[in-house]
């Protein structure tokens, strides 16, 4: 019932820009925190950066004053402005959504995304 789909990954060129959206989709009553992660080849998954539904943001340092994570908690949706991106940014970029609660029912869930290919060429 509840899905979350993403959009805007591709090819970019190095120092370029791209923007990552994130829309959950379903019956859903409020989300605490959604969230950015990444993964590259051979390297474990790590949290890119998170806002909370209060508007409370994070970023990992390697993308601190490059990338920005906004979110919209009408439409539950999230995105991810890249900016300056560089090559080791490439990756496979994950959203999360957490403390997902549902109509009529007290438990929170979290769920992810199907993933989406940043490539970022020098």
């Known amino acids: 019932q509840v899905q979350l789909v993403e959009s805007g990954g591709g090819l970019v060129q190095a120092g370029g820009s791209l923007r990552l959206s994130c829309a959950a989709s379903?019956?859903?009553?409020?989300?605490?925190?959604m969230s950015w992660y990444r993964q590259a080849p051979g390297k474990q998954r790590e949290l890119v950066a998170f806002i909370t539904s209060g508007g409370r943001l994070n970023y990992a340092d390697s993308v601190k004053g490059r990338f920005t994570i906004s979110r919209d908690n009408a439409k539950n949706t999230v995105n991810l402005e890249m900016n300056s991106v560089k090559p080791e940014d490439t990756a496979v970029y994950y959203c999360?959504?957490?403390?997902?609660?549902?109509?009529?029912?007290?438990?929170?869930?979290?769920?992810w995304g199907q993933g989406t290919q940043v490539t970022v060429s020098s």
């Open positions: 999360n959504a957490d403390g997902v609660r549902l109509p009529n029912w007290g438990r929170k869930y979290e769920y």
């Open positions: 379903g019956s859903i009553f409020s989300i605490d925190v």
